[in-house]
Structure formats: C-alpha cells, structure tokens
C-alpha cells in the first residue's frame, strides 16, 4: 500500500464471530452443510405487521430524512416502551433513534471519550465495547467476572478499577456473550460511583425462570442507555437502535447524529413503531423457544464435557469451557475454525470476547431445536475425549 493507514485502523481488531460466520456461508457456497451458532441472529421472521408496516411506508413514499433525531412518534412509543418495562418515563427530546446499536455506541463514546481517557467494562465482553473505546483513543480498562459467579460485576473490583480518567463504565444486562444479569443492587451500585453509566439493554425481555432486568434509567442523572430491536422482535436487519441520553448530553448527540450519520431509514422507523405496538406476541413465542432451546444446549453441552457451572439467566448464549478437551481447547480461535472445517458446525472463539475468554467458545441458541441437536451429534464424533 503507498499511503499509510490511520493509527486507529490498527488498535480494531477483527470480530471472530463476524469471521466464522463469513467463512460459514463460504463453505455453504461449496456445497457444505453448516449449522451456525456463531452469530447472534434469531432465527425467527420478524412480525408480520412490521413486515407490513414498512412496506407500506416505502409505498407510500416515506423515503426521505427524518428529524435527525428519529420520527417523534417512534420516540414516544420508545418512551412509553420504557416506561412500562422500567417504570421510568423520560422526555422523548432525550431519545436518539440510530442505525442500529452500535451507531448509538459509536456516538455515546464519540462524546465521551477522549485520547487518553478510560472506560470501565466486565469481561468477557462483546468484543466491540474495547473497539469503540480504542477508535477515540481511550483505554479499556477490564474488570474480569467468574463463570461460577454467574459472571456478574462484583461492584467493588469495578470501584477499584475507576481511575482520575475514567468517563464511563458500561454494563451489558443481559450480557453477551455470558448470558449474566445484574441484579438491582449491583445496578445501584455501579450508578452511585460518580462516572456516567452506558447500559446496553438490547437483551432486555431475553430473561427466564423468573429473573428480571434493572434498567439504567432513573438510577442516575448521568445514565445512557443502548437498546434496539434486532433482539427482541428479530429485526437484525432492519438496523433500527437508540440511545436514551442524559438532557445535558442530548443536543451533543444530535450534533453527533446530525454529521455523522443524518437519521436513520425513514421506512424501517415505521417498522419500529409497528414493532411496540404489535410484537409482544412474538417476543414471548420467541422467549418460549429459546428457554427450550437453553435447557436443550447445556445439558448437550455438558453431556461432551463442556463446563458450564449455571445455566445463562439471559440473551441466548451459553459460554462454555472448552479447556477440559486438552491444549487444542486453549486456542480457541484455532480450535472453532478447526470444529467448523472437520464438523461444519459454526461457533465463536471465546477469544473475541477478550483474554479472559480464552478457552471458551460461544454457542448461539437462536437456532432451531433440531439444527442445535444435530449440532451436538456433529460436535460429539470430532471432540477429543475430555
């Protein structure tokens, strides 16, 4: 290359998950079957009536920009979201609709984040948070968690991680790829050290046996909140997200909105409205399915020898301790690609979710009970004997 690349290109590392799904559909194209539980994608269709509602949009000629902030009636139908899962209400002028979550990730750490500074997040995490971070400059500073634990946030290592340049600490509950909850008191906790709170609840509703979610909202005056459809109502496609930010800081990431991306796809907003008013049906066929579908992977999981010490709470992954099947296991960036070669069953490193996920792999439950069984079937003739 004649021309040098900006520093920040080299600090982004590449998303396995993203390249074990893309060598998946490589070996479909060959003609191989392959069973993906790479990738956090459900395989449920989206509602029929958001179907419906965006292509009603798109004919009726809803194709131009929108207030850069989003269609007011989908911020307010945001709002009333929130308020019946939360029991907080906000002002709708606090609501940024986005192209997808990580364009509201991408704006929450653009205006937070400067070179230098530092921002506070459990491990294993989803392996864009530290990406964010780094494309501004800023350090992520890791706070690991305990598969025995439920892998949830012991609040006092996070006090003790929180330094003089400290500007955020995220939490993700339901987390991926761990699956773990934070309970209210570990939420309280985290809000009271004085450094804005980033909650990415995109997994919110994704939660079983009785557990339930704590919003960020109404613990602190300096909380943002990530959330977005693709997860609850199956709309990974449409690409449609938000962020609910403190007052002081909505204009900012209006501004932030305003040059960076517009707004978000006028037609897929409408989706998103469709979406409050007529998804809960399928959310809760979908919760069903996959409450199965857990049960169904960690007793499989187990059955190999797999460690997995608690059932996830949340989200649909089980994050599973590979290292009882040898040193193969403690690469599991080599030991997934090799598992999709020999088996064509597609899982993600536990590597992508940083050093202390080494020796795990993800495995997606956002697949159909026989595509799971089968996997398991697959997985049992090439793993070596625990």
């Known amino acids: 290359m004649s021309?040098?690349?900006?520093?920040?290109?080299a600090e982004v590392e590449p998303f396995l998950a993203?390249?074990?799904?893309?060598?998946?559909?490589?070996?479909?194209?060959?003609?191989?079957?392959?069973?993906?539980?790479?990738?956090?994608?459900p395989d449920f269709p989206p509602p029929l009536e958001v179907v419906e509602a965006c292509a009603r949009a798109l004919a009726a000629g809803e194709t131009g920009y929108t207030d850069s902030r989003g269609l007011l009636e989908l911020r307010e139908a945001i709002v009333a979201d929130h308020a019946r899962r939360s029991g907080v209400r906000v002002d709708p002028e606090r609501v940024l609709v986005t192209n997808g979550v990580s364009s509201a990730m991408l704006l929450v750490f653009a205006l937070l984040v400067d070179e230098g500074d530092?921002?506070?997040?459990?491990t294993p995490h989803y392996p864009c948070y530290p990406n964010f971070v780094r494309v501004f400059g800023g350090r992520p500073v890791l706070v690991p968690t305990r598969a025995e634990d439920g892998f949830r946030l012991d609040p006092d290592a996070v006090r003790r991680a929180i330094g003089p340049r400290t500007r955020a600490i995220v939490v993700a509950s339901p987390a991926n790829p761990t699956g773990a909850v934070q309970d209210a008191a570990t939420m309280r906790a985290l809000a009271s050290f004085g450094v804005p709170l980033v909650s990415d609840e995109i997994y919110d509703g994704l939660v079983y046996d009785g557990v339930r979610c704590s919003s960020a909202l109404g613990l602190s005056d300096d909380a943002f909140v990530l959330d977005g459809f693709s997860k609850r109502y199956a709309m990974t496609g449409f690409r449609l997200g938000y962020a609910i930010s403190p007052a002081p800081a909505a204009r900012a990431l209006q501004v932030l909105q305003q040059n960076l991306f517009i707004c978000a796809n006028r037609f897929v907003q409408h989706a998103g409205i469709a979406a409050f008013a007529d998804g809960a049906k399928s959310l809760e066929t979908m919760r069903a399915a996959y409450a199965r579908r857990r049960t169904l992977l960690v007793e499989g999981l187990r059955r190999l020898g797999f460690g997995v010490p608690r059932m996830p709470d949340g989200a649909f992954y089980v994050f599973a301790d590979a290292r009882p099947f040898g040193a193969a296991a403690h690469d599991s960036h080599r030991f997934a690609f090799d598992l999709l070669e020999r088996t064509g069953v597609a899982v993600t490193p536990?590597?992508?979710f940083g050093a202390a996920g080494e020796g795990f792999l993800r495995f997606s439950y956002a697949a159909s009970e026989e595509s799971l069984a089968e996997a398991l079937k697959r997985l049992e003739t090439a793993l070596p004997r625990p």
């Open 350 to 352: 536990g590597v992508d």
């Open 18 to 41: 993203m390249e074990v799904t893309e060598r998946a559909i490589a070996l479909e194209r060959e003609g191989r079957s392959v069973i993906r539980l790479s990738v956090g994608e």
């Open 118 to 122: 530092e921002v506070v997040l459990g």
């Open 3 to 9: 021309f040098p690349l900006a520093r920040r290109v």
